[in-house]
């Protein structure tokens, strides 16, 4: 994962240059997608890292997904954030010039459910204040039409399914055996169907 950090604290360095303000500033469309915005924040993920998992020998897992998210806060959620810290009574060095976060996910297509891998709370310049790693689990199935994470990750799935060959090339792993099988098998039907 710590691989895919530059390139995320690069974008949120040019997003958030400025402050606050700079939040409103569109991120690339050509490195992360919008997804949603709620009063609190606005949702993104990186296209160009969106990849499939690779297992222990080397191979594409397709049926996981690895996304780096970033979230931009307003006031509001900033001020949320600063003041559970201080209930807490956490670490407060940097968290005046809080603006979002940077988190990874992998997403199991086959059981519908998200792990939040890493989290970082990210200032201004992009810089991580704090890194945790939660490990937590959101199940898709059991949430809300309504919710944002369901809405968010659901997002990422379709974009997945519709940008299958660029998620695989973004993958560092070798595709299996039985994968290129499948995918030659589809190829010769589609062959036959013509004649």
């Not at 603006?99 to 996910?105: F, I, P, T």
């Not at 086959?110 to 891998?117: E, M, N, R």
């Not at 099988?181 to 190829?187: A, R």
């Amino acid at each position: 994962m710590k691989k895919f950090m530059p390139l995320l604290l690069a974008l949120v360095m040019m997003t958030f240059t400025g402050g606050l303000a700079a939040a409103q500033v569109p991120v690339p469309d050509t490195i992360y997608k919008w997804v949603q915005s709620s009063p609190r924040a606005n949702y993104y993920f990186n296209m160009e890292q969106l990849c499939f998992a690779v297992d222990e020998k080397g191979f594409i897992d397709q049926n996981t997904l690895v996304v780096a998210v970033v979230k931009t806060y307003d006031p509001l959620q900033i001020k949320d954030v600063q003041d559970k810290r201080q209930w807490k009574m956490l670490n407060m060095d940097g968290y005046d010039d809080l603006a979002g976060a940077a988190e990874y996910a992998r997403i199991d297509l086959a059981k519908q459910t998200v792990t939040i891998t890493e989290t970082a709370d990210l200032d201004s310049t992009g810089t991580a204040l704090e890194t945790t790693y939660p490990n937590r689990i959101c199940d898709l199935k059991t949430m809300s039409d309504k919710s944002l994470d369901r809405i968010f990750f659901g997002a990422v799935i379709d974009y997945a399914k519709q940008h299958k060959e660029e998620v695989i090339q973004h993958t560092k792993g070798k595709v299996k055996p039985e994968d290129l099988v499948h995918k030659n098998d589809t190829g010769k039907k589609k062959k036959n169907n013509k004649k």
